[in-house]
């Protein structure tokens, strides 16, 4: 199947500083790529589609500001978390698909723990 | 609106055992049926999907899923439950219809299958 690789896998930040993490797919163009939030023993939330060479959209009640979303290229989604705060730890996975009606390939997570 | 049920937080077998896990759908149109799976601290892995065709589908691992039209279901079953198969399940479902790409996911069914 597809990769998506996604990094940093960890990371550890202080409160009020930014983390970007990145998502590429590595053998497959991918117009859009979907950002999901997972906490701990809790199904997956997404926050947004990131769409190539256009704006975000976002799902209700995920702040725009907060998490900002860059989709600069066909293999690259980045996510930037702003002014980080202990309450932005989480598990955050990045997802793509290859073709129109195919499945989702989900990145490895990355875990980001603000202190 | 389109939504996933997984009605069971938990499900233990003992190994050598059939395994059935269980997934409830609701879209407005016809729909696009995943089955996803996740270690931990890892990103989904995808099992299988339904996309049209034959209602029994088999996956990986010898995983199969059978969608069944009149009771909105998408249940995932093996024959015979391995220890390495514990793990968190989850059914995800897409309007083919629908305006937008957006997979939803149920809450997640933890698989333990015991020696």
């Known amino acids: 199947g597809a990769v998506v690789s996604q990094h940093p896998s960890r990371v550890i930040c202080k409160s009020g500083t930014s983390v970007k993490i990145e998502c590429r797919s590595l053998d497959f163009q991918a117009t859009t790529m979907f950002w999901y939030r997972q906490f701990p023993k809790q199904s997956l939330m997404l926050m947004a589609t990131s769409n190539e060479g256009s704006k975000a959209t976002y799902e209700q009640g995920v702040e725009k500001d907060k998490f900002l979303i860059n989709h600069a290229s066909l293999t690259l989604s980045t996510l930037t978390v702003t002014s980080a705060h202990p309450e932005d730890s989480s598990f955050y996975i990045c997802?793509?698909?290859?073709?129109?009606?195919?499945?989702?390939?989900f990145g490895e997570g990355s875990r980001l723990t603000v202190l | 609106a389109q939504s996933v049920a997984q009605p069971e937080d938990q499900v233990n077998v003992a190994e050598g055992n059939p395994l059935t896990v269980k997934c409830t759908y609701s879209v407005s149109g016809n729909p696009y049926l995943f089955w996803y799976v996740q270690y931990p601290n890892r990103g989904l892995q995808f099992l299988l999907k339904y996309i049209t065709g034959d209602n029994l589908v088999k996956g990986s691992y010898g995983f199969e899923a059978e969608f069944n039209k009149s009771q909105t279901s998408f249940h995932l079953k093996k024959p015979s439950a391995l220890v390495s198969d514990s793990a968190l399940y989850f059914c995800?479902?897409?309007?083919?219809?629908?305006?937008?790409?957006?997979?939803?996911f149920g809450t997640g069914t933890l698989l333990a299958v015991q020696p």
């Open positions: 997802s793509a698909r290859s073709g129109g009606a195919g499945e989702l390939f």
């Open positions: 995800a479902v897409r309007d083919r219809g629908g305006a937008t790409n957006k997979l939803i």
